[in-house]
């Protein structure tokens, strides 16, 4: 198995939720170097607390990751082996500024894929979405699923799968694609880009009714942000998951109306007030992931959305909000 410990790794994005996950566990691989590059239009220097204390020689760039002579000059300079790429537009943007969305996500992307083409990293982890697939077409979906996107970030990131798997193809750079579902947990943006599970707790702290898009019947596959980035570890350990795609799932949907009731018993109101709105513009309506081949060529399984992770991630919110 392949072993990050005393690699030079790049994270983008670091900063940002799911990033600043994956910088904690990678310092436990103890990398010979962990370099972030975040723009904060998401990130926050706050999430990297922790790993500042863990990590003292821990490097943090404020870069456009779209930039290729910046990103060329910096991975010459920290000499970078590994990158995981996690840098992104997030979707709410991508419905108010689409072509700055599709042309920074794919400006990212082509980026690493030529600083890979050239020989600059030795290995490029590329973080897609689940949003590619669009609204299920079968269930569980798996890598073979058609990619039917329906929002402009939906669009780019498709497009991004495209672009790495067609250097894989060309150059055989050594790559891997990584399909992460929902995630949820500590450090989801609390602000106008927060996902369902924060803007349910945010709502409950400000004692206001909770709103539910269309009927709630929509479904996603929703995944601890820990058991993401653990999978994302183990998948860069294995040498056979190169030039392939990942779902990193629970392999469990859970609808909105189930989630809402779930976290409001959690929090011990299930009765608090909540209403239905209108269905969000390109919201799919299905979403549950095929786990068959990330368990097959890593052995890891995802737990499934509990009542302890809910809590873990309602105490944290609860303790920013209060500050």
């Not at 999430?47 to 490097?59: Q, S, V, Y």
């Not at 290729?68 to 500024?97: C, G, H, R, W, Y």
């Not at 050239?118 to 269930?139: F, K, M, N």
Request: with cysteine.
């Amino acid at each position: 198995m392949l072993k990050l410990k005393g690699k030079r790794v790049l994270i983008t994005g670091g900063a940002g939720f799911i990033g600043s996950h994956l910088v904690d566990r990678v310092i436990r691989e103890e990398p010979g170097r962990l370099v972030i590059v975040d723009n904060f239009f998401l990130g926050r220097e706050e999430n990297l607390t922790e790993a500042g204390k863990a990590c003292p020689d821990l490097k943090l760039y404020r870069i456009d990751a779209s930039n290729l002579a910046a990103m060329l000059q910096l991975v010459i300079s920290e000499k970078i082996d590994v990158v995981f790429n996690l840098a992104i537009v997030p979707l709410p943007t991508s419905l108010e500024f689409p072509t700055w969305t599709i042309e920074t996500n794919i400006g990212i992307t082509t980026t690493f894929c030529e600083l890979a083409r050239r020989g600059y990293i030795q290995t490029l982890i590329h973080c897609s979405s689940s949003e590619v697939y669009g609204s299920a077409l079968y269930a569980p979906m798996d890598e073979k699923h058609p990619l039917v996107p329906c929002t402009p970030y939906a669009a780019s990131k498709a497009a991004c799968d495209h672009i790495v798997l067609s250097y894989r193809q060309t150059y055989n750079i050594d790559t891997v694609i990584v399909r992460p579902f929902n995630n949820f947990g500590p450090r989801q943006n609390p602000g106008s880009y927060a996902g369902i599970i924060p803007i349910i707790i945010g709502r409950v702290l400000d004692n206001a009714p909770i709103e539910i898009f269309g009927d709630g019947e929509q479904t996603r596959d929703f995944i601890f942000v820990r058991d993401t980035t653990e999978a994302m570890v183990r998948i860069y350990e294995v040498e056979q998951t190169r030039g392939l795609v990942i779902n990193i799932a629970s392999g469990r949907e859970t609808s909105m109306n189930s989630l809402v009731s779930q976290l409001l018993s959690v929090m011990g109101i299930p009765d608090h007030p909540r209403f239905h709105s209108a269905a969000r513009p390109g919201d799919v309506r299905r979403h549950c992931g095929d786990i068959n081949r990330l368990q097959e060529l890593t052995g890891f399984l995802a737990h499934t959305i509990s009542d302890e992770t809910l809590v873990e991630t309602m105490e944290w919110y609860r303790s920013v909000i209060l500050l």
